[in-house]
């Protein structure tokens, strides 16, 4: 792959992991970031509430790189330069009525390397404003839960947007929404035992079909190494718990 991978032989019997390391750690240089963060927080009996602004600067950003088949990978660390990342994230709960908290937050992220030359695999890479690989620029969680004496619902719904899966970002993970919900109830005690609890519930609530994970390096571009993982279907659970 070059001197620019630290693990560039992965898996080659003929340049062993321990040499490459020993080859590219002459050329690659530490990683370096300056952080910033402002925030602030609220709390009443009826509202909570909390935003934060951050700001990221990555110096000689190292970045995990694979090429090839998924069978006949090679991975490599590369120094890909600058890094700027600014964010925000914004969470509110509201209790209106006793037993009852709505919450909802949001996250933004925008992550963007610096670097208008990079050269991997003898090629040079211009990834200058490509956002970075496997990171989502939107989040948003909504969650509800009451609770009513010894009764509990829940009810939670998640959005992650559309993820790079390549530098260059000419592949992409989609987006995805994934809503789960929770059912419990404590009967006390009953004969011997205590705190008899049985709980139920729905994961993939409406049996979306996404993927759920990705595993592995990205590619600089056209990925044909992806290990994706496609999330679980509709799930049902119970459980039955007790104090002796």
Do not use: C
């Not at 090839?68 to 120094?79: D, K």
Request: charged share 15%; proline share 2%; no cysteine.
């Amino acid at each position: 792959i070059g001197s620019n991978t630290a693990w560039g032989g992965l898996g080659n019997a003929s340049r062993p992991a321990q040499t490459v390391f020993d080859e590219s750690k002459k050329v690659l240089r530490p990683e370096r970031t300056w952080n910033y963060v402002v925030g602030y927080r609220y709390d009443s009996r009826f509202f909570s509430g909390s935003a934060d602004f951050y700001h990221t600067d990555y110096y000689n950003r190292l970045a995990s790189i694979s090429e090839g088949s998924a069978n006949n990978a090679n991975n490599a660390y590369l120094n890909v330069g600058r890094e700027t990342m600014n964010g925000a994230d914004v969470m509110g709960t509201i209790r209106p009525i006793e037993g009852l908290e709505i919450t909802n937050s949001f996250s933004w992220n925008d992550a963007e390397y610096q670097s208008r030359s990079i050269n991997y695999s003898g090629q040079t890479y211009n990834i200058k404003g490509k956002h970075q690989v496997y990171y989502p620029k939107f989040m948003y969680k909504a969650n509800l839960n009451y609770t009513y004496k010894r009764a509990m619902f829940n009810f939670n719904v998640n959005y992650i947007s559309s993820r790079a899966m390549t530098y260059m970002n000419d592949e992409k993970i989609p987006a995805y929404w994934v809503a789960n919900m929770n059912l419990a109830y404590n009967f006390g005690k009953i004969g011997f035992t205590e705190n008899l609890k049985a709980t139920f519930g729905i994961t993939n609530l409406f049996n979306n079909n996404y993927i759920g994970g990705v595993y592995g390096a990205a590619s600089v571009k056209g990925d044909d190494n992806a290990n994706l993982f496609v999330a679980a279907p509709r799930q049902f659970f119970g459980t039955v718990s007790a104090e002796f």
